[in-house]
């Protein structure tokens, strides 16, 4: 059974910093692109960044760009979002996928989903 389970989520003030973590199990991951999406209250999943499965190709939302880093330990089949000068706007639940097409995790979809961690940034 393929698991995605991300953590790390929680209640920060704006300018703060979390580092999300996203443990993937139950296959072999080679050859998947990988990435996080958000969504925030009332509103769709957004495309936050997506990294290729050899880590050497990364892509971000205008939105995060500059302050949000994605990357992957893929010997323990974990992505991690290091996120730096959270603002209130960046408040969502985040989620991170898995897909052999990484266009399509930039479309926020794709084949493995976790649950979700909340990210909370206070004003």
């Known amino acids: 059974q393929v698991q995605l389970v991300e953590s790390g989520g929680g209640l920060v003030q704006a300018g703060g910093s979390l580092r999300l973590s996203c443990a993937a199990s139950?296959?072999?991951?080679?050859?998947?692109?990988m990435g996080w999406v958000r969504q925030a209250p009332g509103k769709g999943r957004e495309f936050v960044a997506v990294?290729?499965?050899?880590?050497?190709?990364?892509s971000y939302a205008d939105s995060v760009k500059g302050r949000f880093t994605i990357s992957r330990d893929a010997a323990k089949n974990t992505l991690f979002l290091q996120m730096n000068s959270l603002k209130p706007e960046d408040t969502a639940v985040y989620y991170c996928?898995?897909?052999?097409?990484?266009?399509?995790?930039?479309?926020?979809?794709?084949?493995?989903w976790g649950q979700g961690t909340q990210v909370t940034v206070s004003s």
């Open positions: 996928g898995a897909d052999r097409d990484s266009s399509r995790l930039r479309s926020a979809v794709g084949d493995y």
């Open positions: 139950g296959r072999t991951f080679i050859g998947y692109a």
């Open positions: 990294i290729s499965w050899t880590g050497l190709t990364t």
